[in-house]
């Protein structure tokens, strides 16, 4: 059945390292999105992908890098240069188009230690 | 600058009554927008949207109004029922873009 799929669900890194959040999409969506939910504020946009090879940096980008090789794929590293990594990270995808629902992952819960 | 905003952090009502929920933004270039549901540690689901060419969306128990003069919107859930109670964020997407931006969310706790 087609989904969304974020791995792992609970990660746990040490400060100083990278770490890389995995999405994969089976629904044949053109657009990709990762969001970071912190307490009482929402859902921010890291990064987004509206085509295979390109992507664009959302309102929170610093500290982080993606990449979008295959059209199902779309994965998130957290770089040492985030200074406040511990969060819940959210991907997202979409057809691309105007008002297009976006379908979510489960999320995966980073915490730097 | 948070362009969709969201006041109200929380709303406690009681089951069978009227549930509304409220969402402002600030950019007029917004012509989409939508409501996600989500519960802890689950990723947000879908539950309805409306365009900016519309002032209402009816699906089931769940209405959503669109008021473009006051860039507000609000999402009437109608009888609430207790797995209501979750997080609503509403979205807002412009025309050039299929990028949302979502609110601070409201939780809702549906009171048996």
């Known amino acids: 059945d087609g989904g969304i799929t974020q791995s792992p669900k609970y990660l746990f890194r040490k400060e100083g390292q990278n770490v890389t959040l995995s999405c994969e999409q089976n629904l044949n969506h053109d657009a990709m999105y990762w969001y970071r939910q912190d307490p009482g504020q929402g859902l921010r946009l890291i990064y987004y992908?509206?085509?295979?090879?390109?992507?664009q940096k959302g309102d929170i980008a610093e500290g982080y890098s993606v990449s979008r090789e295959k059209k199902e794929s779309f994965p998130l590293t957290v770089t040492s240069a985030q200074k406040n990594p511990t969060a819940f990270y959210l991907c997202?995808?979409?057809?691309f188009g105007q008002g297009a629902e976006a379908f979510f992952g489960q999320g995966t819960r980073l915490t730097v230690v | 600058d948070q362009q969709v905003k969201q006041n109200s952090p929380s709303l406690s009502v009681q089951e069978g009554r009227i549930s509304i929920l409220n969402c402002d933004y600030t950019?007029?270039?917004?012509?989409?927008f939508l409501w996600y549901k989500k519960y802890p540690a689950e990723g947000p689901t879908f539950l309805i949207s409306i365009s900016s060419i519309k002032d209402k969306n009816e699906d089931g128990r769940f209405t959503v109004f669109l008021n473009k003069s006051a860039k507000h919107l609000s999402l009437h859930i109608v009888p609430s029922q207790p797995g209501d109670s979750a997080v609503y964020f509403c979205a807002a997407s412009g025309s050039n873009t299929g990028k949302l931006i979502f609110g601070q969310g409201t939780t809702l706790q549906v009171k048996p």
């Open positions: 997202a995808s979409s057809i």
């Open positions: 992908s509206q085509i295979v090879n390109d992507f």
């Open positions: 950019n007029s270039m917004f012509d989409y």
